[in-house]
């Protein structure tokens, strides 16, 4: 049923699940990088890889054209993300990006772009108690699989996979994690997305969601107003200054979670948190000088920025939609300190936030008034194995 993936080394739906006995680690054995293939897998007759060159605004262009038009849609194909060219600049360029793994493929003739898979370097700690739990694996995340819709079902997407793999394996690196809409061997976690209105008028007007039952638009905007202002003491945009401290609370609070990403580096989460308008947003709560003179930070909240075309609305062209990130509530209630994020998006012009159930996204939902959506998200790794499935609780990694 899975030709493809049937063939990778990855958990097969076959092998049985709650297995104790299984050892956590990789599925084969890591390879010696001197032995990976050096020429790029064939493409069909008139196609050609390129390395696309995001860092550039017109390859930056190039790619976001491509997945503008050809992307993830939800099951109804009422909406397709729309990524920005400068939030895929940023996605695919944090310290230790490779060009070489942003992979293009063209049309040879007209030098068309028309497919696209991306691999970051990310250091990733599975379980608690595993002999890699403490420092993580290196790994890369794939994202942005994407292949034009007029090319599609013709195998190309595993070409893209195999190929994306081998630039992966040259610079020694084994495993991947990723997440998908689609169900393939074999989830690591299954999640769902719950979403919050902003805006709910433009919301119903889109199809985005319905009146309920026995409402009218007058009581649900009422329903879903929000406070005038942020009600946490001391909170403000994150600056530069704070990403030591960041750095800290960050890894302190992915300790607990079984599927995490470890920070590297205080440039690594000066990428990842510095805000930058319409694509990540970072609030700090300051709590004052300490003793050092310095600012000291005890709360983080986050989300980015991923808009959807609407496909097919005469009045809305776009869904403005921000996704929580990394929220951390130390002095804060995690729930006050979700319904300021809320604020903070709505004032920032988004019309909905959306959440998964991962980490303890599930504490705030109910009492905020998220809804579930009808969409899952599953997380996967590559040449990984794990001894058991696990909770939305206990994934503590977002990818963009
Ligand atoms: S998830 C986002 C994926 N993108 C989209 O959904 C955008 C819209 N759709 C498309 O562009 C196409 O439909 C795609 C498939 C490109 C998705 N992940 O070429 P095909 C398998 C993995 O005939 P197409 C993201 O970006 C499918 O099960 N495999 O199909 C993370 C079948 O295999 P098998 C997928 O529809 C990506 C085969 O492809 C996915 O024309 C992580 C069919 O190929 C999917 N989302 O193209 C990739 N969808 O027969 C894995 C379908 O076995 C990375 N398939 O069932 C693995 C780690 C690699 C690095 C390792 C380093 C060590
Ligand atoms: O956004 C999503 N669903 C929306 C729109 C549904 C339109 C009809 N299909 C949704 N809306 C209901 C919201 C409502 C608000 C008030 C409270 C009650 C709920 O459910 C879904 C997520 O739910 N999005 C998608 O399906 C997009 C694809 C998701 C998979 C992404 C894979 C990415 C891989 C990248 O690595």
Redesign the pocket.
Known sequence: KHSFWESQPVKQFSEEQNSETVEEGPVQVNQDAKGVRETGYALPGGYEWCDCDISSAEGAEEVYTLLSENY?????N??R?NYSSHFLSWALQPPGFKPFWHVGVRVIKSKKLVAFISAIPAKIRVGKNSPKGKDGVSMVE????CVHKKLRTKRLAPVLIREITRRVNLFDIWQAS????VIIPTPLATC??????LN?KK?IEV????LGKRMTLSRTIKLHKLPQKTSTPGLRRMSKEDAPQVLELLNAYLAQFDLACLFQSVDEVEHWFLPRENVIYTYVVDAGEGKDGKRKITDIMSFYSLP?TIIGNEHHKELR?AFSYYNIANTASLKSLMEDALICARDENFD?F?ALDIMQNAEFMKDL?????????QYYLYNWKVKKALTPQQVGLV??
Do not use: C
């Not at 990723?178 to 809409?181: F, I, S």
């Not at 769902?192 to 209105?197: G, P, T």
């Not at 199809?207 to 319905?210: D, M, Q, T, W």
């Open positions: 993830v849609e939800d099951d109804d009422m909406f993300f794939i994202n942005f699989l990723y997440t998908a809409g769902r997305y719950f979403h919050r209105s709910p919301l199809g985005f969601s319905k959807s939609a909905v959306n008034k998220f809804g579930i959506g009808d969409g899952h998200l990818l963009l």
